[in-house]
């Protein structure tokens, strides 16, 4: 879509005429894009964003209690810090929240 979205702006200099069949063009192959985009997604893709933006908020206040060292790392020495920095950070990923280990989404 973008090459024929190219094509146009160059037909629109050197050959006015053929603009709108490059702009057809690019429309059909947008179009194509978009219907199969939408048909090959296995979920919807406002849940999947929205399950993605809470693993990001979760690591977010993981990174910030292991900075400002507070539980569960206020304890710890710091390979262990490091280690449970990361477990947990695995875990968040995986969608297990590691305060309760229930399922995060």
Do not use: C, H
């Not at 603009?19 to 063009?25: R, S």
């Not at 194509?32 to 048909?39: H, K, N, P, S």
């Not at 690591?59 to 280690?83: I, M, S």
């Not at 477990?87 to 229930?102: F, M």
């Amino acid at each position: 879509a973008t090459g024929f979205g190219a094509g146009q702006a160059l037909a629109l200099y050197s050959s006015p005429s053929t603009a709108p069949i490059w702009g057809g063009l690019e429309v059909a192959v947008a179009a194509v894009v978009t219907f199969l985009a939408t048909i090959a997604a296995p979920e919807n893709p406002l849940e999947n964003w929205m399950k993605n933006r809470k693993r990001a908020e979760q690591l977010r206040r993981e990174y910030f209690r292991y900075l400002a060292n507070l539980a569960p790392y206020d304890t710890l020495d710091d390979v262990t810090r490091q280690l449970t920095m990361a477990r947990r950070a695995a875990d968040i990923n995986r969608g297990v929240d590691p305060d309760d280990q229930g399922r995060i989404s």
